[in-house]
């Protein structure tokens, strides 16, 4: 009997030895799992621990969007005449009737130049005041133009001059090349002289006509008129688009298409292009600093 109560001791003893070891070896794992916790890297913590809710981020989250830049020209209106028109030719009578430029009769407008080939100064200014005023559109400005196409006649002149006035231009500028003299090479900005009607934009127009002057030297090949004004600037007193302005203005002869030389150039879409970019320029920078 009694060594049936020590056996049964002994096995009690062994079953209680081995439960004592088996919480020992769990409680040594649940302090590893801790101090694995503690140790851990920061790619293994929570999202919160990674910096999603750090100051820095809360302040990027909470940041206005940055606006874009206003357009230089916004708000801005522009006056285009392309001088001439694609079919002038075909009406002599209408060209030739009289309007007053605010001076003295002339006729309502002409057929305008071309190069020795045939090219036409109305296709020459009609190309090059598209791409000014897709220049001036990107810009932000509004654009308005005497005639959008070259197959039409006019209009005359003295409507020309109305049609940019009747807009409230901040700017206009008419586009020409000129028929000079085979021998003679270069550009001429034409400025207004008072005459009553244009009185309170006479300096406006002469600021904006060396503006013109500067970025056609800066920005383009054609040099300024060896036969025709002065370094590169001519007043007029005789043209209606200048005499009934009401708005700055000026008239630019952008080279001359009875010279060989010029013509090339003046023919060439991308002096075209280049031209329309200069006189952009010259534009931002007379509005800049009305």
Known sequence: MKSVRTRRALVLAVVIAALMA???????AVHLRSAADVTASPQSRPAQTRGAHTPAATAAA????PKAPAAPLAGKVVGIDPGHNGRNGTDPSYLDHLIWNGRESETCDTTGT????????????????????ADLRRAGARVVMTRTTNDGIGPCVDRRAEILNDAHSDVAIDIH????PASGRGFTVLEPVA???????????????DDVRLEMLRDTEMPVSD????????????????????VP????E????????DAGILTSSTFQEQLARALAAAITRFLAHS
């Open 249 to 252: 203005k000026v008239l630019i």
């Open 195 to 209: 005459d009553g009607p244009n009185d309170k934009v006479i300096g406006s127009s002469e600021r904006f006509g």
């Open 62 to 65: 909470h940041s206005p969007t």
């Open 227 to 246: 036969y025709y004004g002065s370094d590169g600037i001519k007043f007029r007193d005789d043209l209606a688009g200048l005499n009934l302005t009401t």
């Open 177 to 180: 090349a000129d028929g000079g």
């Open 114 to 133: 071309e190069t020795d080939s045939g090219y036409t100064e109305a296709q020459f200014n009609f190309n090059v005041a598209l791409y000014l005023r």
């Open 254 to 261: 952008c080279g001359n298409m009875r010279n060989a030389v």
């Open 22 to 28: 088996i919480g020992v070896v769990a409680l040594a």
